[in-house]
């Protein structure tokens, strides 16, 4: 997919039309999953099965031979920092996200994480800063729109 699909896609995430923003969300996702082909493809999906299962060390194992194999595939550090997520070590979790966006700026989902660790960090301020860039790139997003309302509430 090249970078003229890619930025239609993105315009299309500021469609007011919500059909329009959900297939280009629903594109956008398919093109980072694919991004580097079935091999990549294929290992997410089992370390999904394992984190499913509860196997999360292997779940990491897997994700982490995949960063190490193939370290600008974005996907692999945003699923690994899914998973750190959502075993509460939000440092890490935070670190792979920061990580996704220097490989893929306009990475929404890993944006929407770093807004998240850093709320659950305590630093809201910080926390309302990246969800607002995630505005940025998907304006109609109410959870995030949510999420800064939330972390406001907690600075005062």
Not at 40 to 51: A, F, M, N, V, Y
Not at 91 to 110: E, M, W, Y
Request: hydrophobic residues 40%.
């Amino acid at each position: 997919m090249d970078s003229l699909s890619i930025n239609s896609l993105l315009e299309d995430l500021k469609n007011p039309d919500v059909t329009v923003r959900e297939q280009a969300t629903k594109k956008l996702w398919r093109i980072w999953f694919q991004q580097k082909g079935i091999y990549g493809l294929e290992r997410i999906d089992q370390s999904q099965k394992l984190l499913d299962a509860g196997e999360m060390a292997e779940a990491e194992a897997i994700l982490t031979e995949l960063i190490k194999k193939q370290p600008d595939f974005a996907e692999a550090w945003n699923r690994r920092a899914f998973l750190h997520y959502s075993i509460g070590e939000y440092k890490s979790s935070l670190a792979d996200c920061q990580r996704v966006i220097q490989i893929n700026p306009v990475h929404f989902g890993a944006l929407h994480g770093m807004g998240l660790c850093y709320a659950a960090l305590g630093e809201y301020g910080q926390a309302i800063k990246t969800f607002k860039r995630a505005l940025e790139i998907q304006p109609y997003s109410l959870v995030n729109q949510k999420l800064i309302l939330e972390c406001t509430l907690r600075l005062n």
